[in-house]
């Protein structure tokens, strides 16, 4: 990958950018021993770091969808038009939230990951609220994360 590439991969999919960095320096330390004897480096560790980072991206993306499909589900389920107001700021903040953090390269594994997020979604609201909510989830991905 060319050095464009990666500056490109970086702004457009931080995400996407940390695997690919600590795959590529996984690689680099396993097959360059001289490389892995440099003392003053500490590559595990290094290579940790940058994988945890899109890790953490990944992990914020998550809760802010699990957010704003909780108050989602308040506004479409509970009864309570007082808080409708407060409600939908709420999503508008969890989505422009969101849009900071997204990067294309967590769509994969997000799809995989929807239907445990809204039955976590379900879960907490159905803890505060005495309501019954769809077993499957009416919202899409794309119309959350956009």
């Not at 500056?7 to 457009?12: D, F, G, I, R, S």
């Not at 999919?13 to 690919?20: F, G, L, P, R, S």
């Not at 422009?96 to 995989?112: C, D, F, I, R, V």
Request: a negative charge.
């Amino acid at each position: 990958m060319s050095n464009i590439a990666m500056a490109t991969t970086y702004e457009t999919d931080y995400y996407q950018w940390t695997i690919e960095q600590g795959k590529a320096l996984r690689k680099l330390v396993n097959t360059h021993q001289e490389i892995k004897d440099l003392g003053e480096i500490d590559w595990e560790n290094i290579i940790e770091e940058i994988e945890a980072l899109g890790r953490s991206e990944y992990s914020a993306v998550v809760s802010l969808l699990r957010r704003q499909i909780e108050h989602r589900l308040k506004i479409d389920y509970v009864p309570l038009e007082e808080c409708y107001r407060k409600w939908k700021s709420e999503v508008l903040a969890f989505k422009k939230n969101l849009k900071g953090k997204y990067a294309p390269g967590m769509k994969p594994k997000l799809e995989k990951q929807f239907e445990e997020i809204y039955q976590d979604a379900v879960e907490i609201v159905q803890a505060e609220y005495d309501v019954d909510l769809p077993k499957q989830c009416s919202y899409f991905l794309d119309d959350l994360t956009f």
